[in-house]
């Protein structure tokens, strides 16, 4: 019985494994050939994507449990909170109001498919924008933020807390994968 579990276990893990390649951001998209304010936020946020894929490849229940201390925030609660944040993002760049969906009763890999798939659309709704002027923040309280405040808030939250998850996993033994490249976006050989 035991055996059978672990087989099924190993078949279930590989499959996970083969299907987050069809995730975005598994490497950084090709560069666009032309610098503007929109493919600038857009590129920053592929780089988000592509921390946030591999800080969050491979964790398993024990990193997703971790936390530093009893006041701190466990590597799934931060994975949660990258989530909204990805919402804020994603909401500026569809020019709508903040709709944030509740993911504390999502698992891991949603809100983990989730986030990357709200990166990806902003990306790309971004990178065809040659002025970001009319993309803002609205929270629906009635007051606008520019979209320099989704590169200083949430853009730049999120990609501090990858490599707060990126520590924390080190430290609870499962560190992340060493063979990639922040710098070209992609998995050295």
Request: glycine share 6%.
């Amino acid at each position: 019985m035991k055996h059978i579990f672990l087989f099924i276990a190993l078949i279930l893990g590989s499959t996970m494994q083969s299907q987050d390649k069809t995730l975005p951001y598994y490497e950084i998209p090709e560069a666009p050939k032309k610098y503007t304010a929109g493919t600038m936020a857009s590129r920053q946020i592929d780089g988000l994507g592509f921390r946030f894929y591999w800080a969050t490849e491979g964790l398993n229940v024990d990193d997703l449990a971790y936390k530093p201390n009893d006041k701190a925030r466990s590597t799934k609660e931060t994975i949660q909170h990258i989530f909204n944040l990805s919402q804020v993002i994603l909401s500026a760049a569809l020019q709508k109001p903040v709709n944030k969906t509740d993911a504390s009763n999502m698992s891991a890999q949603d809100i983990r498919k989730n986030v990357l798939f709200n990166l990806k659309q902003a990306s790309d709704i971004l990178r065809k924008a040659d002025d970001l002027s009319d993309f803002s923040i609205d929270f629906g309280d009635g007051k606008t933020y520019p979209f320099w405040n989704a590169i200083n808030g949430p853009i730049a939250d999120a990609i501090w807390h990858c490599g707060q998850i990126a520590s924390y996993r080190r430290t609870s033994g499962n560190p992340i994968n060493s063979n990639i490249n922040q710098f070209t976006g992609a998995l050295r050989n």
